[in-house]
């Protein structure tokens, strides 16, 4: 499984699964292999491992070894310079500009280590940045910062922001449960009067899809600069029947070109309805 | 001294058990509704008298609840129950596994079914 996490894309061990997930960090865990946590982040100024690198194997509890170039056979084909102290692995991008370290919390099998650090990628905040999580995809455009993460059973929440936007992808499921005997739009008008109130208006789009819409109050329009005003909405639910879940984009704050905002609605899917 | 908590793994080979004290109704819809003895801390069973009859309560699951209920028999354990719920509603098996896990321990705090 190809994990894509706030910029960072890793491949995940078969038996292992992401246990934590947060902005820039990402925790892997499975029975009988080693936990790994990776952190990762923009390069600020360049990478130096004397000065940085005593400083990340400092946090790991590994301050009496030292950060070397790896000079294992296949850390050449790497997109970026790799360094190796103990059980710590860091990744430097160049061209990209991110660093990130990779720390196994028991010495782990060298196979696991050439799998995970050869998959290792990284997109910058000011490129599109697709995700991959569990079981949904989707794309965020240049800028957008996490600032949300909720993964509950039945329901996955994440918000991402850029000054007055934001943007917020929920998975709900499973939709047969939620839904019962209704139809969507009228699962719509309940579950989106009572998130964001009843003036907004839902546009049915056919049996599985529908658009809502809040117009900006006269007061926002008037003083849109204002923190604290209530930021007018727009979004789609979608209800994906095979997969048996319901997919919601919400957009709130200044208007998004049309062109950005039909990029979002496409690519945000379950991984099961792409492989199909 | 309370006993350690069950590691992942032990947690999901556990087998659910219903207790022996509980009545079961199938509502109309299809639904479970568990009728159960209400827990009463031991200081405060031990000052009331032996005659006393331990108030019942009612609970009503919903669909989701009551099919995982329906597979509840004393032989498939939490890890089956899990790969049930992830193969009915075609959920993520790890979102699975919490989910099952989640309704378990409410249906254990309230004494309606222990890990065997």
Known sequence: MILLWDGLQVQVPHTMEPATLDRGYIRLFGPELPTVDLRFGPEKKPFDPHRDGQRILRAAGLSQVALEPCIESWSQHLQGTLYHGSRLYVVQFGESRGVVAVLFSAPPPSAMVESLVTSLAWTPLDAWRRWCCYDITFETPAGYILTKAVFRPGRFRLMFAKKYSVLTFDRLAPANTLLGNMPLLTWCEQHVWREFGTDVKIIPQGPSEAEFIQKPSLLYRALAWLPGLYLPLKGKIRLLLEDNKVLILTEQGPHIADAISHRLHTSYATTSSLEK | ?116
């Open chain 2, 1 to 116: 001294m309370q006993p350690p908590p069950l590691s992942k793994n032990d947690a999901l080979n556990a087998t659910p058990v219903a207790s022996a004290d509980i009545q079961i109704q199938i509502t109309d819809q299809g639904l479970v509704r568990i009728r159960y003895p209400i827990t009463i801390k031991p200081w405060i069973a031990r000052l009331l008298p032996r005659s006393t009859v331990r108030p019942f309560r009612t609970l009503e699951l919903d669909s989701m609840g009551s099919f995982v209920w329906n597979h509840i028999d004393g032989i498939r354990s939490v890890e089956d129950l899990a790969g049930i719920v992830t193969h009915q509603y075609k959920c993520h098996p790890s979102e699975a596994e919490h989910a099952v896990a989640i309704f378990l321990r409410q249906l254990g705090q309230r004494g309606i079914v222990g890990l065997r």
